[in-house]
């Protein structure tokens, strides 16, 4: 692995103007086929084998054409303190709303409430439904505008008016002030690590060539494999944090190699052979991670995931490609500033420069810099490993705690800011109508086998309105055939409160005594039901889904570092992580604290796939910094250093980079805390408390301290499985036996010696082969 690296990162590196165009190429043509491309679509969700899918199924089979996918708006009147909306006026002024909605181009119809019975018991409010001919996705910014346009004639006459529904959801996707904050807080954490501008812009450009790639494949895809907006979200957050930290870690390594004295070509042959290695296991636990998600059985969250592991896998072949040919263009540049200028005589670049400047510029920062502060903290933690490990276990405990009351649901309107018209008309339905009202159950009858399907009905209806809970049930209605009907009923309380969950699982237990007197059949579904039905099947889906990528990502680490307990523990300290950020979720977004602080206006339960997301995105990037970090560990204990110093070693060559590298992550997903879709925003916010605690805890505290206390046992192999497993080394051994000559530019695949490359630092170095 390491030696064919090692030769792809040269190849990259002689041949950059080739590479350059290709991935040039790949991205016009990519770019230019998503401009013509139908876009992403906007397929309905879907959840196989949970009761409320099945109702809904057996809708579209019964009533053909009823379950139209047209968007809708409810516009809800409330009548001025003291006031009706049946009074006169008033009256007058909502017809008038309704008959000009009615007239709208891509309106389909608009109720009356006064004819529809949509009236609240005490008059105070009332609400139309609008129905559209077109999907959400399709509904203009006119007919928006001509809602906004009718609401306000009613509200020139005293009354209230809010909009809410699917028409009201303008779309926007991915892309925005969240990515900008993000990049730009990666740049400073770059140009702070690396003191080169070159060196801290050459990641970002290289992670949006990346991420541009993802994003215009996407849109390519998206109408004919289903994609939506959301899976590019994902997508693009994923895909521009793990591509700015693997040219990171390339780059990093490729001065380290510049330090030692190699010529540019030979250092980047070895900074890919090396840090590249790392970066394809370290991909490669992220795509199973994602594509693991396939597990749960949801097809929008296996798209998703899988889209995910696309722009891992793109950002993986940029840093082995892109990134050295572009340091082929910039061989000098990207090096610290004092290495720079002890490389200048003459205006030519002599080996022995590029050593002593070299050396000058690590031994100008050794007092400050992060390597040394590394290797001090690495020493800390080796003399007093037992309280480290002690303390970082407990904290991470403590915060693990609050998970134990996680509550999963899918937060609606209520969700939004209160700035929001959407939230404030679902505030107004429930205060006119019951809390209840937002969230009704919709009950699908089969009466095909009952001697008499009308009479089955409604037996059904009658003991479904005698549940406790239940405070109205919808008159049924009845298919063509007869044999089918569908009513609603309304329960006491909010569609996100635990109670509403409890009486639809009474619902469903009372259904086989009801069943059997009646002959028929129902099935309980509505968006409140589906909600519920999808929260179980992702929590009885959780476990699977962790032993399937911690076995599997625990078998690709005992690979690539011939070990059974470094892998045992990275999969122990990524548990402690995720339960804890998990908690730390819970505290913000379903406990309330400090939740003003992150835009959090209602709290509530958690995002049924929210945690299924962290657990599969942290557990990839946990295992990112575990191979980037302990190789470097493992690439010392096999050149000699004991188990202790190579410990400290790692954290010498290693720290800056994954702190830089966290920092850059948690800016990144902290970016998208502010976006106002509440799913993106607890997925940030769990993301960045995740890397947090996994990157500062677990990785550069615990882990020193459990190999600390294990010492050579922790490189322990059985000799059996020694001999059966493959041998991939990812920490380079390989290379340092290669008959290369650094400073001749003798090169092993060549045929013959070629002279060191020339260059001065605005000219590459131009070698001939």
Sequence with gaps: MAGFLCRLGRLAFRRRWYVALLWVGVLACVGLSALRA?????????????????????????????????????????????????????????????????????????????????????????????????????????????????????????????????AMDSGGGPGGVAEIVGVLVAAVVLLVTFGSLVAAGLPLLTAVIGVAVTMFTITLLGDALGLSTSTGTLAMMLGLAVGIDYALFVVSRYREERAKGRDPQEAA?????????????????????????????????????????????????????????????????????????????????????????????????????????????????????????????????????????????????EAKPTSTTERRAYDALAEGFGPGFNGPLTIVADAKGAADPKAAVMAISDK???????????????????????????????????????????????????????GATFEVTGTTALNIDIAEKVQAALVPYLITIVGLAVILLLIVFRSVLVPLKAAVGFLLSVLAALGAVVVVFQEGHAASLFGVEQTGPIMSLMP??????????????????????????????????????????????????????????????GESDSMIKMIGFGLATAVLLDAFVVRMALVPAVLGLLGDRAWWLPRRLDRILPVVDVEGEALSHRPSDAGTGIDADADAAVPAPVATLDEPAKTRI
């Design 612 to 673: 299924i997301f962290l657990v599969g995105i942290v557990f990839g990037l946990a295992m990112d910094y575990e191979v980037f970090l302990v190789s470097r560990m493992r690439e010392s204990y096999v050149h000699g250093e004991t188990a202790r110093e190579a410990v400290v070693s790692g954290f010498r060559h290693s720290a800056r980079v994954v702190v830089a590298a966290a920092l850059i992550m948690i800016a990144v997903f902290a970016g998208f805390i």
């Design 464 to 518: 479904i309105a005698d549940t406790n809970g239940i405070v109205s049930v919808a008159p049924p209605h009845f298919n063509e055939a007869g044999d089918t009907a569908v009513f609603s009923a309304t329960p006491s309380t909010s569609p996100t409160d635990e109670r509403t969950k409890t009486l639809v699982k009474t619902i469903r237990d009372e259904r086989p005594a009801t069943e059997s007197a009646t």
């Design 269 to 413: 042959g070895l900074a890919v052979g090396t840090a590249g290695s790392a970066v394809v296991f370290a991909g490669l636990t992220v795509v199973i991670a994602l594509a693991g998600l396939a597990v749960v059985g949801i097809p929008t969250l296996t798209k998703m995931g899988l889209t995910a592991a696309g722009a891992v896998v793109v950002a993986v072949l940029v840093a082995l490609t892109a990134v050295p040919a572009l340091l082929g263009f910039w061989p000098n540049a990207v090096l610290p500033r004092a290495a720079r200028k002890g490389a200048i005589r003459k205006g030519a670049i002599r080996k022995g420069a590029i050593r002593k400047g070299s050396e000058r510029g690590e031994k100008a920062g050794a007092r400050t810099s992060a390597d040394n502060l590394g290797t001090r903290w690495a020493r800390f933690v080796l003399r007093r490993p037992l309280p480290v490990l002690l303390l970082g276990v407990l904290g991470l405990g403590a915060l693990a705690v609050p998970m134990t009351g996680l509550q999963l649901g899918m937060p609606g309107d």
């Design 38 to 166: 139908p876009g992403t679509s906007d397929e309905e969700f879907s959840m196989p084998g949970i009761e409320s899918q099945k109702a809904f199924d057996l809708m579209e089979e019964r009533f053909p054409g009823a379950a139209a996918d047209g968007a809708t708006a409810r516009l809800v009147f409330v009548a001025p303190d003291g006031q009706k909306v049946t009074a006169t006026e008033n009256k007058k002024a909502i017809e008038e709303t309704v008959d000009a909605l009615a007239g709208g181009s891509q309106v389909a119809g608009a109720a009356d409430p006064f004819q529809a019975k949509a009236v609240s018991e005490d008059g105070s409010t009332a609400y139309a439904t609008v129905t559209y001919k077109v999907k959400a996705a399709e509904v203009t910014d006119g007919s928006r505008t001509a809602l906004e346009r009718a609401a306000d004639h009613a509200r020139d006459a005293g009354l209230t008016v809010e909009a809410g529904g699917s």
